[in-house]
């Protein structure tokens, strides 16, 4: 692809100065096969010449053990720099891999360093649609144009698309789910007489080791085959699903499998027929197995037609009150995939006790890269802090998040605008992910870094980029989410201020605030409950008011305006700080951008600039609506007088 074809588009990490300290320098890539191939077109793209006497070498071990599937070993002795791999994707991921090193991956001598992903699959889920939803646009909660793999309901070229892959392997990441969850009539077609579009973008993808998943309709049997059920218990349906799966290999040889929202949101599911979960996760796993590939099933259901009167219904319970009783049902190649909080990516949220309660099922986190709650890539807000907390929980025991998840999902921030991400700095978090996912226990801040040096430039004002987004996910959380309360935003679009906006919806997500105090009580004690579904530890702190932590009091405490935080504050006084406090600090963020001026690109300056200065709006908003409200409901004011409306 010449780069010709994607001009106006922003190179993002891979602009060709990321690829400065290989070019010119002497490759040989032993290897055959296609992805071989990708990373000697690599070499001669980043300006490298293929030779026998190289000074970068990428090998086959030509063993199957130790670095598996995707993992390489990098070391450098006698001035070569050695890339080992047991398979062609560690090739191609040690190369990535040099390129971030840049001039260290050529200077001295290294011992050899292994590399091998923590998570065998690293995706990212599209909640694209072929057309604009009336309601949502073309990308479900996406904040970055339209859909990079189709336009007005039709394919779009999809050299784009093959950037993108460039991309994404450059991160790790090896799945991708190209539609929406949610699937609409025409997105259900793409499965049958519409799989050959499927086949064109998984071609895009494959030469990067990156494998295409499709979002299905369990009500398939009916929409698409004309069956009059969907019953997975049904050896008609079985069959359709098996004949359909078949089919689908026929056109993409190497297809990954499905994604399935079912019984959640009015997506059809096994319920309607009166079937578990499991069943319906079966019946697709079993339609895949025969090909190698997976299924996964969302753990993402609950009853979204609450009546809020109803004291007694969480929805933070229903994901573990559903598919705990099912652990040890579910078949190899079917992965659960579970979203990192019990309620839905909200800023701030226990993790989901899901994840530890499921030992016999495969398991995937599910995280929100798209930033639906988090700012909709208006607001500057670098997520890897937040990630990383997620992944180092220490859920079970010792055994962290990430020790638990098999795979790592998110859904994707990505769409066709010139940055990919609409803000650029969003483009961090798409890296972040990647990196996270491969590896959970790096450092968010030098994730970060890298990504600066790689698409800013190594002479950028970095400490102006680290004073704007290494907090920026706790200031965001500052300025709106108080200790652990979610859903204050706007119903529908879900950005900006409205604290009573869901209280009296049928979504479950309220905060119950009255003019003596706020929170949900989950506990066992006199609350829902919801507590007794952790493991220990965790089942006894979120049950005590003392030691659950503040941010989360909120979550699982309904607690008095005057009571007293570990921090010393009041929670109605920290609710006052901290939002002034946020707001302020989003004012710093925009004076320190200016600091980038002159140092990248002038349309990318103004384009931060301008996210910036809606950041600073939004945030005073949110600050006053907030403070507003909870000065009004308790009466109580602030200690340091300032001004509330
Ligand atoms: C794709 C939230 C979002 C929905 C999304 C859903 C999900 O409720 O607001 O847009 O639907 O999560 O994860 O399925």
């Known amino acids: 692809m010449s780069t010709d074809e994607l001009a106006g588009v922003h190179p993002a990490w891979l602009p060709p100065r990321a690829f400065r300290a290989i070019a010119a320098r002497r490759v040989a890539v032993h290897g055959t096969g ?21 000074e970068l070498v990428f090998k086959l071990t030509g063993d199957r053990a130790p670095l598996g599937d995707e993992g390489f070993a990098i070391s450098r002795a006698g001035g070569v720099t050695l890339v080992l791999a047991d398979a062609p ?33 690293r995706m990212l889920d599209h909640w694209d649609n072929l057309d604009v939803h009336p309601v949502m646009g073309q990308v479900e909660r996406g904040y970055s144009g339209g859909s990079i793999f189709w336009e007005a309901g039709a394919q779009r070229d999809l050299a784009r698309v093959r950037a993108y892959a460039r991309l994404l392997a450059a991160t790790g990441i090896n799945a991708v789910a190209i539609n929406n969850v949610n699937v609409h009539r025409a997105e259900a077609h793409l499965l049958t007489d519409r799989v050959g579009e499927v086949a064109a973008v998984a071609a895009a993808f494959r030469p990067y080791g990156i494998r295409v998943h499709l979002s299905v309709s ?48 009015g997506q059809p599911g096994p319920f309607g027929y009166g079937r578990s979960h499991a069943d319906g996760a079966n019946l697709l ?16 259901v609950y009853n979204h037609r609450q009546d809020w009167r109803d004291r007694s219904t969480d929805r933070a319970r229903a994901a573990y009150d559903h598919f705990a009783p099912l652990d040890g049902q579910f078949r190899d190649n079917a992965i659960l995939q579970v979203k990192y909080g019990p309620i839905d ?44 907390e997620v992944l180092r929980f220490p859920l079970a025991g010792h055994v962290t998040v990430a020790g638990l998840a098999e795979e790592l999902v998110a859904v994707s921030n990505v769409g066709d605008d010139p940055y990919w991400t609409g803000h650029p700095l969003a483009q961090a978090n798409l890296y972040a992910f990647g990196r996270l996912a491969w590896e959970p226990s790096l450092d968010p801040l030098s994730i970060l870094d890298e990504w600066v040096d790689l698409t800013l430039g190594p002479d950028v004002d970095r400490e102006a980029l680290h004073g704007i987004l290494d907090d920026s996910w706790r200031t965001y959380e500052s300025y709106t989410a108080p200790l652990g309360v979610g859903f204050m935003v706007r119903p529908g679009h879900h950005y900006g201020p409205d604290v009573d906006g869901y209280e009296y919806t049928p979504w479950g997500t309220y905060h119950f605030a009255d003019r003596d105090g706020v929170g949900v009580d989950r506990t066992r004690a006199t609350g829902t409950g919801f507590t007794g579904q952790y493991p220990k530890p965790w089942s006894d702190v979120y049950e005590s008011v003392e030691r659950c932590p503040d941010e ?46 002159g140092q990248v690109d002038p349309a990318l300056f103004e384009r931060v600039r301008e996210r910036l200065d809606e950041q600073v709006r939004s945030a005073a908003e949110w600050r006053d609506q907030i403070n507003t409200y909870f000065h009004r409901k308790s009466g109580v004011p602030d200690a340091k007088g300032r001004r509330i409306y």
């Not at 994707?89 to 040690?94: D, I, K, N, P, R």
């Not at 050896?235 to 499905?258: K, L, N, Q, S």
Request: charged share 20%; with cysteine; glycine share 8%.
């Open 218 to 265: 369990f009500a398939s049997p009916v929409v698409l085959g004309g069956l009059p059920t969907a019953d997975p218990l049904d050896p008609a349906v079985r069959a359709w699903w098996a004949e359909t799966t078949w089919r689908v290999y026929e056109a993409i040889p190497d297809f990954g499998g499905y994604v399935v929202k079912a019984d959640s949101e």
């Open 345 to 388: 990516f909200q800023t701030r949220e226990p993790i989901s006790p899901v994840i530890a309660a499921m030992p016999a099922t495969n398991v995937a986190v599910e995280l929100q890269v798209t930033q639906e709650y988090t700012g909709q890539q208006r607001h500057a807000c670098y997520l890897g802090p937040m990630w990383s």
């Open 552 to 597: 989360l009091l909120l979550f699982f405490h309904h607690v008095p305006y005057g009571h007293v935080l570990h921090n010393g504050a009041t929670v109605i006084q920290h609710i006052y700080d901290t939002h002034f406090a946020g707001a302020e600090r989003v004012e710093e963020m925009r004076r320190l951008w200016d600091r980038l001026d």
């Open 34 to 54: 296609p992805l071989a191939d990708t990373v000697r077109e690599e070499a001669v793209r980043a300006g490298a010449t293929l030779a026998e006497d190289a």
């Open 89 to 121: 994707a560690g090739l191609l991921h040690g190369f990535f891999h040099v390129v971030r090193l840049g001039e260290a991956a050529f200077t001295g001598e290294r011992p050899v360093e292994r590399h091998v992903p923590a998570m065998r699959r």
């Open 285 to 300: 796993a079993e339609a895949l197995e025969p090909f190698g590939g997976v299924v996964h099933w969302r753990a993402f």
